[in-house]
Every structure is written in C-alpha cells, then in structure tokens.
C-alpha cells in the first residue's frame, strides 16, 4: 500500500498510558537470550515503502534521525533483521508516455536503495537469497531486499523484469490500486469505467500478465499476488510453475475489504505451497470508516492549503497542518491495535496452516498500529505471538521461516527452468 498517512510521526504527542502498559508489557526481546528468555527469531519483514527521495532528502536518510518507520537504528533497537524495501509506482495512464514516466520513478527507488547500501555498508548489506539473509544476519548485519509493487513499472517491457532482477528485485508484485495491462486490481478504478471487482468485465490476468510470471520463473522472482483482483489470484497460481506470494494482504473473512484475502484463495495459495504475510495495516485489520473518511478530508483540506490540486503523501504528510489534523483524528478515532492484528494472524494461520502465513508492516505506506508502530517495536509483535500461545518453531515461521522457503523454491524453480533449457 502508499499513499496513507504515517500515525508513527505522531506517537510521541499521542502516547497513551494504555500505550505505555502495552509495550512494557510486550518488551523488545534481546539479541542475546538470557536464562528463561528464549532466542530472538530471524526477522523479515515483507513489505517497506520508500518515498520517491529516499536517501536524497536528509529527513529520508536511514542513517540518522530519520522521520521514517523504518530506519537503520529503528530496525536495530526493535530486532527487525531484515526488510524488502519496495519499488512502489502509482498506476498511470497505459502510454508510452505513462511507461516511461514510470519506468524513471522506479530507477530513482533503485537507485536510492543502493546508495543506502552504498552509504552504510557496515550496517546493512543486500540480500538477493535466502541464504546471505541467514549470513547477514550471522555477521551482525542487516538485510536489504528489494520488492516491485505494481508491474506498471515494467513499461510494458518483459525485458525491465531483467533489469529490476539486476537490481536486486526479488519480488514482482502484479497490480497495485487500479488495472493495469498485466491484470485487474482488487481496487479497480471504476470512476473510471474499470470493471468492478468481481463483476462482469473483471478479466483476471491478461497474456502479457502470464508472459511476465513466465519470465519471474525463470529469474526466480516469486510472484506478488497482493492488490491483484481474486480472478487474478487464481490466474497466476496457475500460471506459476513456483509458489506464489502475497507480500501483504489479511484476511477477509475478518475485515472484508478487497484487499483482503478470502479463505478460499488463502487455502489455494498454501495448497500451491506459498505463503501470505499478514499486513499490519489499519483499514484492513479494523473497518472503521469514519477515520478513513476524515483522513481523506484532511489530506484535501492540507494539499488545498499548499496550494496542490491532489494529496501527495511524500508531499504533504511531514508538514504541520498534517501532524495536527492527524493528532485530532487520532484523539476521536483510535488506531487498530497489535491485538487485532493477532485475530488476524491467528485465524489466517487457521485457515492456510502454520507453513503458509507470515508477517509485513506497510511501514511508511500507511501502516502502523497501536503497539507496532514503527520498526523499533517489533519486538512486541513476538512478544503478542507468545502471548497467543505460538511456540518458538512456529513464531520462526512466521518472522521469515515460511518466505525463505518459498523464496527458495523460486530459485530453486529457476534453476530447473535453466538446465532443462537447449
């Protein structure tokens, strides 16, 4: 998800005495274990947005004293081990010109996570397998991946499926808000004369859309079914030869937007051997649509008063007016919390089975809720996993034991591909 508000900017004005007894509660578990005090598990979150001057603007430089959720210091003092950082673009017109302009906002994301690599080699490596995730890790280091949420970026072109490889990218995530020439969205723009989801017209996936999950296999890119429309879902488990993913989609049966799997395709994606990370996202964990509805006045209200035809998050979300309206939202309608994010882990885990469920934020892409509010608190999400009663074999799964497998069957998937090729 991009394009929402980041409560995070705000925690230290909003803090709460319920807050604060939550998270003594829930404290970060450390690197070293002590007596009685298990292990700390492999960490991996799935799914971190960046803005567009990512590394460029000081205020967006992990380094330091960043304004982000995820920082360098806030991955190391939260125990987050490892994070897919991700190439997000805003669907467009299908143009050469929209392609191109697109294909130019992802090589600028590209660019700026590898001058955080560049910046920081000390602190943070990369990560194009599963196994350099595990030596990373072992060497004190942590971990950068890369993801692509929205094919848009492609261009149309299988050859930047190449390109975002030799990047880094180890994710291609199909569709986001709006379809596109790859597959229908479970948002279609239907302002816009798009089919609704579900509905006649919802088409699935298109050629070009298999052509590119063809071309993921053999790189060994795991396909990225989240924001894609159910009909979609279903195409590319089929036209996949590896398991697929969902970098960050919960459960719709508990809060039924779109966006939101249904059990049945939770059922389909673990059948097929893949793995859906449940998304700590506040509009798909709790419906509350009295808070979505005064944010999106309030983004109005701030880009008319910078004088801005249209909300842009990286734009508007740091300046006061924002930060303002945000803390009167905040008073009036309360976040989703950790607990809720449980229900959500705890029932997908139900449906799909241990093997197929794991864990992503939508750090500085909207997400954020009480208790996990930024990567510093990530501890507490293993902390509320225990609580819930998983073991620490199972709570490895879900903190990245599921995704490596399944990255690995990508690879692995890849290489048969190569050796059975003339």
Known sequence: MNGAFDIRRLAAGLA????????????????????????????IDTHVDIPLDYMRDPKFD????????????????GGLDAAFFVIY???????????????????????????????????????????????????????AMIGVENGYSLGHDLGRIDAAYAHGARYLGLVHVGNNDLCS????????????????GDAGMSDF???????????????DVSHA????????????????????SSARALVGVP???????????????????????????????ARAAAEKALQEEVARQAGDAEYDSDKHDYLPAMAE???????????????????????????????????ASDFDGGGGITGWMDASQTGNVTAALRQRGFGEADIAKLWGGNLLRVWQAAIDEAAREGAAAP
């Open 16 to 43: 709460t005495t319920a807050l604060a007894t939550l998270l003594a509660a829930c404290a970060t578990v450390p690197d070293a274990p002590g007596e009685g005090i298990p292990p700390r598990p492999l960490t």
């Open 259 to 289: 966006r939101n799997l249904p059990d049945d395709l939770l059922r389909a994606i673990a059948q097929d051997g893949g793995v859906v990370q449940a998304v700590a996202y506040k509009e798909f964990l709790k419906s509350d649509p």
């Open 229 to 248: 429309s159910d009909q979609c879902v279903r195409d590319a488990i089929a036209a996949s030869k590896a398991p697929v993913i969902a970098s960050h």
């Open 89 to 143: 673009v805003g669907q467009g017109p299908l143009t050469p010109e929209g392609y191109a302009d697109a294909a130019a906002q992802a090589d600028r994301k590209y660019s700026a996570i590898a001058l955080m690599l560049e910046r920081y080699p000390d602190r943070i490596r990369a990560a194009t397998t599963p196994r350099q995730v595990r030596d990373n890790h072992a060497h004190g280091l942590l971990s």
């Open 325 to 359: 309206g945000m803390a009167r939202i905040e008073e009036e309608h309360p976040l989703a919390s950790l607990d809720q994010y449980m229900d959500h882990i705890q029932y997908m885990v139900r449906i799909a089975g241990i093997d197929h469920v794991g864990i």
């Open 62 to 77: 992990v380094g330091g004293d960043s304004v982000l959720l995820v920082d360098l210091d806030k991955m190391r003092r």
């Open 209 to 223: 859309g298999r052509a590119a999950v063809a071309r993921a296999n053999a790189l060994g890119i795991m396909v």
């Open 185 to 200: 969205s479970a948002n279609p723009d239907v302002e816009r004369g798009e089919p609704a989801h579900n509905g006649p």
